[in-house]
C-alpha cells in the first residue's frame, strides 16, 4: 500500500512536467487562479470550519454542497479529512499527532505522513456526528470517482473553449494539466504548509489564550493569503471553535468572508467568533470530544 501512494505521488508530480508539451495559454491561466481560489475557499470554509471544527451550523442540503466544494480540493473526502484533522487538535505537537515536525521529520509532516498506509483510512470513531449521514458516508467512500468527473469536467471544459475560440491557444490536454494536475499539486502543498512550516515559523500574537499546551503553530501572512486564512494557525490552534481565523482587524480571513456571506443569505447561522472569555472558558469551547468516541 505504501509503495502504491509513493507511486502515485511520483507519478502526479512527473504528470505537471506535460505543461512543457502542453504550453499555456493566457485564459488557462485566468483559470487556473478561479480554481486555486475556488479550492482554497471551499477547504478552510467546507472541509475545515465545517467538518472538522462545527464553527457554524448549517442546512443537511447546504451540508452536502459544502461537502461536494471542498471535495474539490483533492483532499480526500469529508469524514476522512474532518478525522484526520481532530485527531492532529487533540494530539497537537504531541505522539499522535499525524503531522507534527515536532514529533517527526519535516519531510513526514509535510507529505510523508499521507504516504503511511493507515493513513488514508478514515478513523470513524472521531466523526460520529457526521457517519451518520448516508449521503457523507457515501461520497466520502467514493471520493475518487468524484475527483475523476471532476478532472473530466476540466478536459472538457478546455476542449470546448478549442472548438468554438481556437485564437484562445488552449485544447483539452492544456487545461487538464494547468487546471487539474498543477492546480491540484499546488493547492495540496500549500495545504501542507501549514502542517509543517506552520508549525515551525511565525508569529504567536494570543499565547495567554493558549489551551493546547505543546502546540507550536504560528501564524505566517503569505500563507495566509494563499490559503484563505489557513496561514493564520496560531490563531485558530488558540480558538479552534472559531470561524474567523484572521482575528486581528488587518488579518485578511478569506474563508470568513465566505462564512458571512452565506450568513447574510440565511445559508448557515451559529457562526462562532472568539469572545473574551476565561481560559479554562475557551479550552470547554475548543473540546470536541462530544462528537467523538472518547479513547
Not at 260 to 282: G, H, M, Q, R, Y
Request: charged share 20%.
Amino acid at each position: 500500500m505504501k509503495n502504491k501512494l509513493l507511486l502515485r505521488l511520483i507519478i502526479s508530480h512527473l504528470l505537471a512536467l506535460f505543461a512543457f508539451k502542453v504550453g499555456v495559454s493566457s485564459i488557462t491561466l485566468i483559470i487556473f487562479i478561479f480554481f486555486l481560489i475556488l479550492r482554497s475557499v471551499g477547504l478552510t470554509v467546507a472541509y475545515h470550519r465545517y467538518f472538522a471544527h462545527r464553527s457554524f451550523k448549517t442546512s443537511r442540503f447546504f451540508q452536502f454542497i459544502l461537502a461536494l466544494w471542498g471535495g474539490l480540493s483533492a483532499q480526500r473526502g469529508p469524514l476522512w479529512w474532518a478525522a484526520k484533522h481532530r485527531t492532529h487538535h487533540k494530539y497537537s505537537d504531541q505522539p499522535g499527532d499525524p503531522h507534527s515536525p515536532h514529533v517527526d521529520s519535516f519531510f513526514t509532516s509535510h507529505i510523508g505522513w499521507a504516504l503511511k498506509a493507515e493513513s488514508m483510512e478514515t478513523d470513524y470513531s472521531m466523526v460520529k456526528d457526521f457517519k451518520k449521514y448516508p449521503e457523507l458516508f457515501y461520497f466520502n467512500k467514493f471520493h475518487d470517482l468524484y475527483m475523476l468527473s471532476f478532472a473530466l469536467f476540466i478536459y472538457v471544459m478546455g476542449a470546448t473553449i478549442n472548438h468554438y475560440y481556437p485564437e484562445l491557444g488552449t485544447s483539452g490536454a492544456q487545461m487538464l494539466v494547468w487546471v487539474y494536475v498543477i492546480n491540484t499539486l499546488v493547492h495540496v502543498h500549500l495545504t501542507f504548509f501549514v502542517n509543517s512550516i506552520g508549525h515551525l515559523f511565525g508569529t504567536k500574537e494570543l499565547g495567554e489564550y493558549k489551551c493546547e499546551r505543546d502546540d507550536k503553530s504560528g501564524n505566517i501572512a503569505w500563507l495566509a493569503l494563499l490559503t484563505a486564512g489557513e496561514g493564520w494557525h496560531h490563531n485558530h490552534h488558540t480558538f479552534p471553535y472559531s470561524a474567523r481565523i484572521g482575528i486581528k482587524w488587518y488579518q485578511i480571513d478569506l474563508g470568513y468572508l465566505f462564512i458571512k456571506a452565506f450568513e447574510k443569505l440565511n445559508l448557515v447561522w451559529n457562526v462562532k467568533t472568539p469572545k473574551k472569555e476565561t481560559l479554562d472558558e475557551i479550552c470547554q469551547l475548543n473540546a470536541l470530544d462530544k462528537y467523538i468516541h472518547k479513547v
